[in-house]
């Protein structure tokens, strides 16, 4: 049984900088794909970023401003969040999958994170 623990979100100004992480155990990484989601109640989860195994990334409508990353430790991934606005606000899930793909994305996820709350102030 594969879990998904996420840290790093907080309470911060517009124009500020947090890096979320997201540690998978409980399972076989080898072949485990992880990325990043996002959601504001009332709205559907947004994808945001993957990463595969082997490094190859992928990114949702956030371009340039976050910037997903592995962690030593290969069942660790980032996600750096660079000059935050308010609209940024929301719970970010890490998210996994253990189907045989290249990389995740909004339609394989097996595994989610509990959730990591987001609040950009203006």
């Known amino acids: 049984q594969v879990q998904l623990v996420e840290f790093g979100g907080g309470l911060v100004q517009a124009g500020a900088s947090l890096r979320l992480s997201c540690t998978a155990s409980g399972g076989t990484f080898s072949n485990l794909q992880m990325g990043w989601f996002r959601q504001t109640p009332g709205k559907e989860r947004e994808f945001v970023a993957a990463i595969s195994w082997d490094g190859t990334t992928s990114r949702g409508g956030v371009q340039g401003r976050f910037t997903i990353s592995k962690g030593a430790a290969r069942s660790t991934i980032y996600l750096q969040m660079n000059e935050l606005t308010p609209q940024d606000t929301a719970t970010y899930y890490c998210?996994?999958?253990?189907?045989?793909?290249?990389?995740?994305?909004?339609?394989?996820?097996?595994?989610w994170g509990q959730g990591t709350q987001v609040t950009v102030s203006s």
């Open positions: 998210a996994a999958t253990s189907k045989p793909t290249v990389i995740l994305t909004a339609t394989n996820v097996d595994y």
